[in-house]
């Protein structure tokens, strides 16, 4: 599918020109400390505003076995930001924030329809629970955004936590 490039888009993100919009679908998410996954609905959308970064939100909740929505389970909130030439791609900076209290800097590359980040610094409120890192991938596939994340938190070690499975619904 070819990459429609909005007039205002900046020159820094065009390597990121195929993220721009909404996606939803859906995925699963667990964890060796939860009894079970759980099936799950996402939504996450990336938009621009003429600046050299991509807005960042992201909603998921618990699914029944009808597909139906449950109960809010996370959000994320950030930025985007692409940096300069590294290897076959270009460096990237993600900063994210959610409710639960933690706020994470990602560093990674864009290399075509395919990002890898891991977490550079994680912090987290006196209240917050236990995240200590994180590993993100983000692809395209079959004009699918697909994308996966391991973290090590609450005293485990790095490990799969959640992906997902998302179809564009429209372009910023």
Known sequence: MPIELSDDLPTELVP???LVGTWAGAGVLGYPTMERDLQVGQEIEFRHDGRPFLEYTCRTWELDDDGERIRPLQGETG???VGAPEG?????EVLLTHPSGVAEIYVGTVEGPRISLRTDVVARTATAEEHNAATRMYGLVEGDLLWVMEKAALGQAMAPHISARLKRLARA
């Open 16 to 18: 990121l020109a195929w």
């Open 79 to 81: 930025y985007w930001r």
């Open 88 to 92: 076959s791609g270009r460096a990237l």
